[in-house]
């Protein structure tokens, strides 16, 4: 094979590139104005932005649907109402929450059961922290042990015993193993 061959193979190859390429650069083209344009329907018709801002929570307590294993958890005001103390404990307690979730503290299972040893241990946590703190209500767990599977917590919470009794029953509308997203205070507990 000559040189002369070799050069016209080569230059050859090079503007069937060239062509490949312009070809490639007209699809990647295509495909972004499609995906943009598909990014532009989700935002139009979707408001999640991660913190659940929009959504009203306050005329149903929220509870997940049937096979939602992960989302928000929503907390209210005791059924019987709160002072503005109290609402501010929960939104503290709340908090707290999102920050033990952002720190990796959550089970990574989801919501466990607090039965057996680890209500005891739990408990023995709690009697302790009283014991060597100055609490005027309840040493709350922040969060509380179902959500991270350990009896210490992230924090604790000086917590009206009205509130942390509250909060506790609130979370077994959240089924074992489903998984906060965060952390969220919907008022007055819904009628």
């Given amino acids: ?16 590139a060239a062509t490949h390429s312009k ?9 972004g104005l499609h995906i943009g344009g598909f990014g532009k329907k989700v935002k ?5 932005d991660g913190n659940d801002k929009g959504v009203d929570y306050s005329t149903k307590a929220h509870k997940p649907g049937s096979g ?18 109290q609402k501010a404990q929960i939104q503290e307690y709340i908090d707290g929450c999102n920050a033990a979730g952002k720190d990796g503290y959550l089970s990574p299972t989801g919501r466990v059961s607090t039965k057996g040893e680890l209500r005891t241990d739990a408990s023995a946590a709690a009697a302790a922290e009283k014991a060597g703190g100055t609490y005027t209500g309840h040493p709350g767990h922040v969060p509380d042990t179902t959500w991270t599977g350990i009896p ?7 917590l009206d015993p009205s509130v942390n009794t ?12 489903y998984r906060p997203k965060n952390f969220i205070y919907g008022g007055e507990y819904p009628t």
């Fill in 1 to 16: 094979m000559g040189v002369g061959r070799i050069f016209k193979e080569a230059f050859e190859s090079v503007l069937n």
């Fill in 23 to 31: 070809r490639l650069q007209g699809l990647t083209d295509n495909l």
């Fill in 44 to 48: 139009k018709n979707d408001t999640f």
């Fill in 68 to 85: 939602e294993s992960s989302g928000p958890v929503v907390f209210y005001d005791p059924k019987k109402g709160a002072t503005p103390d």
């Fill in 152 to 158: 210490d917590p992230h924090s604790w919470l000086d």
């Fill in 166 to 177: 509250s909060l506790g029953s609130q979370a077994l509308r959240y089924p074992v193993g």
